[in-house]
């Protein structure tokens, strides 16, 4: 399931990218996603909303799946599970929560006509877009939460990714821990084959954990930089953008 996503969430952002200049902005407190390109004149602005909504879904999900893989390999290892329970279920039981709490906040990214204004001011101005040329946007603020109905991009970053982010790696370490001690212990009723593979995976999962980790430091300290310490970051924001294209394919490798 990690894979598939992750494969995904991989074309989604290359297809952006590529054909509607999708890039992330942090200026005067604001965090911004402009869209404007060849593609752009000829698509509804629903549907660049649509595409922003599951973009932020699928980003929100390479941390919030991290604890499925072990909670699998926990429930193959202890048994815990009734025979009649899918193992599989119980292990995206906790995925699958984040992601409808996911679902239910992207809605806040999409801006006022007030805000809308701010933003395509500020776009214009670093990509020295023509006004001819349509734009469309996505967004929030710490600085201008007047224009935007009130809504605070600190709101959103706490509960789609401090606490979840959090949650999700506290859960994995604890979970990793318990099946490090399992597959130590010589009197596991397991066999040494078995054994050998579990060992096996569980590096897997390490290193399958740690990498995205490793990445996706980069966009959480650009977007710490530029929207809790509202710094103008311009260009540098780009270094966000292809760090989040990155990871999908560090993921499925």
Same mark, same amino acid.
């Given at each position: 399931?990690?894979?598939?996503? &992750?494969?995904?969430?991989?074309?989604?952002?290359?297809?952006? *990218?590529?054909?509607?200049?999708?890039?992330?902005?942090?200026?005067? $407190?604001?965090?911004?996603?402009?869209?404007?390109?060849?593609?752009?004149?000829?698509?509804?602005?629903?549907?660049?909303? #649509?595409?922003?909504?599951?973009? *932020?879904?699928?980003?929100?999900?390479?941390?919030?799946?991290?604890?499925?893989?072990?909670?699998?390999?926990?429930? @193959?290892?202890?048994?815990?599970?009734?025979?009649?329970? !899918?193992?599989? *279920? #119980?292990?995206? #039981?906790?995925? +699958?929560?984040?992601?409808?709490?996911?679902? @239910?906040?992207?809605?806040?990214?999409?801006?006022? %006509?007030?805000? =809308?204004?701010?933003?395509?001011?500020?776009?214009?101005?670093?990509?020295?877009?023509?006004?001819?040329?349509? /734009?469309?946007?996505?967004?929030?603020?710490?600085?201008?939460?007047?224009? =935007?109905? =009130?809504? &605070?991009?600190?709101?959103?970053?706490?509960? #789609?990714?401090?606490?979840?982010?959090?949650? +999700?790696?506290?859960?994995?370490? *604890?979970? %990793?821990?318990?099946?490090?001690?399992?597959?130590?212990?010589? $009197? %596991? +009723?397991? !066999?040494?084959?078995?054994?050998?593979?579990?060992?096996?995976?569980?590096?897997?999962?390490?290193?399958?954990?740690?990498?995205?980790? @490793?990445?996706? +430091? /980069?966009?959480?300290?650009?977007?710490?930089? $530029?929207?809790?310490?509202?710094? =103008?970051?311009?260009?540098?924001?780009?270094?966000?953008?292809?760090?989040?294209?990155?990871?999908?394919?560090?993921?499925?490798?």
């Amino acid at each position: 399931v990690p894979i598939f996503v &992750s494969s995904i969430h991989g074309m989604l952002l290359f297809f952006a *990218i590529f054909a509607m200049n999708f890039v992330h902005i942090f200026r005067d $407190g604001s965090f911004i996603v402009p869209f404007f390109g060849p593609l752009v004149p000829f698509l509804p602005r629903w549907i660049c909303h #649509v595409i922003v909504q599951i973009s *932020i879904v699928l980003t929100t999900l390479i941390w919030s799946l991290i604890p499925s893989t072990a909670t699998l390999q926990f429930i @193959a290892l202890t048994r815990l599970v009734p025979v009649f329970i !899918s193992p599989l *279920i #119980v292990s995206y #039981v906790m995925s +699958s929560e984040y992601t409808v709490f996911y679902q @239910a906040t992207t809605p806040q990214f999409l801006p006022t %006509a007030e805000f =809308n204004e701010m933003m395509e001011s500020i776009v214009r101005d670093l990509y020295k877009v023509d006004q001819s040329e349509p /734009i469309v946007l996505v967004g929030s603020t710490v600085s201008h939460t007047e224009l =935007n109905d =009130n809504r &605070s991009m600190v709101t959103i970053l706490m509960f #789609v990714v401090v606490i979840p982010y959090s949650t +999700s790696y506290a859960y994995f370490l *604890i979970m %990793a821990y318990h099946i490090r001690r399992r597959i130590s212990f010589s $009197g %596991a +009723s397991i !066999s040494e084959r078995t054994m050998k593979m579990q060992r096996a995976f569980f590096v897997m999962q390490l290193l399958h954990s740690f990498l995205p980790f @490793a990445i996706l +430091s /980069i966009p959480v300290v650009v977007v710490s930089i $530029g929207v809790l310490l509202r710094y =103008n970051l311009d260009f540098v924001t780009l270094l966000s953008t292809f760090s989040l294209d990155f990871c999908p394919i560090v993921q499925v490798r």
